[in-house]
């Protein structure tokens, strides 16, 4: 029987490990609750987070059982302060409580988020003799593995039944780090994949051009060279439009500067909307924008961004850079246009030749929606239920 065309097939249930509860940006991971097996999911998390999500089902929060007694929570302070140098379930005490959890809700198969937190809770998990799953994102794959302490942690995930990353990219890193034996598979965040997207753009050279860019304003997007690249783009095609979805630590310099130079008609920033919002606006775009680089203070790097993959299932050619996973999603002069981190003049340049080109925006749009049926939802979620699932 093909399992990739099953529902999960578990006697007991299946437990979602995440660092933090709740947290808005993570959208990718709370679908894991509503559509994997939503009526036998269970969630373990370390810290109260914002908790947007409202789950309902049975749960354990480290930092809540700690807080339900004075005692106890002078302990768990104790256990922050030593998280540094030992997993957060590394004693007696606290192996004992996520033990508990784990039987009496009869799992059988634990799916963390994070391989920091897929090390947490990887050795309880085990004596358990319980299945294993980690699912790496982002700063697990990027900054941690250029920490000797880190990298020396994940030597204990050999013995993870699988790691799931976002490209090939992400598996040759965790190769180098010494983890050869454990299956490690490259399986993008899926995307819903619309029906229908226009690939035939009006070729009138006086037409506005539509860029949109969205994500978190942080320093691994690089907001500032996002923002210098559509600024010397203008000077050349001053019919340029940049719609821009996303907040974060680095909107407020981003403001000044569209204020000190005049570019409020040019540039319309929309901040944190939702899901819906983010889909109807890629609808009335011609071109995705993301100038993404390593953070030179934390070297936090992207996985496979999930906003890319949207825009290249909206039939939008993608500008973007040679950074981390990108080029193994976006081919470069062919689904879109890359260029080297930092370079600003090297992705206004970008702006410019497809701003000025109908016929290749439509041309590398179609190209990149035909690549993003691979990477739809249906997709990723099959393939975790294969690993998921018990053989």
């Known amino acids: 029987m093909n399992r990739s065309s099953m529902s999960i097939d578990l006697k007991g249930k299946l437990a979602i490990v995440l660092p933090h509860t709740g947290q808005p940006t993570e959208t990718f991971i709370k679908r894991y609750f509503d559509e994997l097996c939503p009526d036998r999911t269970v969630l373990v998390s370390f810290y109260r987070g914002a908790d947007r999500w409202k789950f309902a089902g049975p749960s354990f929060c480290l930092e809540e059982q700690f807080l339900k007694s004075r005692n106890l929570y002078k302990a768990y302070r104790a256990l922050q302060k030593m998280a540094g140098a030992e997993s957060l379930f590394g004693d007696p005490l606290t192996a004992a409580m996520l033990k508990r959890f784990l039987l009496e809700q009869n799992v059988q198969v634990v799916f963390s988020q994070y391989l920091v937190a897929g090390w947490n809770v990887h050795r309880v998990v085990k004596s358990m003799g319980l299945r294993h799953v980690i699912r790496g994102h982002g700063f697990d794959l990027s900054s941690s593995l250029d920490d000797p302490v880190w990298c020396n942690r994940y030597q204990d995930l050999k013995t993870a039944d699988a790691i799931i990353v976002p490209t090939s990219y992400q598996v040759s890193r965790l190769r180098a780090i010494g983890l050869s034996r454990v299956p490690i598979l490259d399986v993008p965040c899926g995307i819903d994949i619309p029906a229908d997207s ?21 320093a691994k997007k690089a907001p500032m060279i996002l923002l210098k690249s559509f600024h010397a783009a203008l ?124 016929s290749l925006r439509a041309k590398m749009g179609y190209e990149g929606k035909a690549q993003s049926h691979s990477y739809s939802w249906e997709n990723e979620k099959n393939k975790l239920l294969e690993e998921l699932i018990l053989t």
């Not at 539509?210 to 942080?218: E, H, N, Q």
């Not at 949207?310 to 080029?327: K, N, R």
């Open 198 to 218: 226009k690939f035939m753009v009006p070729t009138g050279a006086a037409r506005e051009v539509r860029l949109i860019a969205a994500g978190r304003m942080v």
């Open 235 to 358: 000077s050349h095609v001053p019919g340029l439009k940049l719609t821009w979805i996303g907040a974060g630590p680095l909107e407020e310099e981003v403001r000044a500067y569209i204020s000190q130079h005049g570019l409020e008609d040019q540039i319309n920033l929309l901040g944190s909307v939702p899901q819906s919002e983010v889909l109807k606006e890629l609808q009335k775009a011609d071109i995705f924008i993301q100038h993404s680089m390593t953070d030179p203070q934390t070297g936090d790097q992207e996985g496979a961004p999930v906003a890319i993959l949207e825009a290249m299932a909206h039939g939008l050619p993608v500008i973007s850079t040679f950074h981390s996973g990108i080029p193994y999603l976006v081919e470069d002069q062919v689904s879109g246009l890359l260029s080297n981190e930092g370079d600003f003049e090297g992705m206004a340049r970008s702006i410019v030749q497809l701003a000025n080109d109908a």
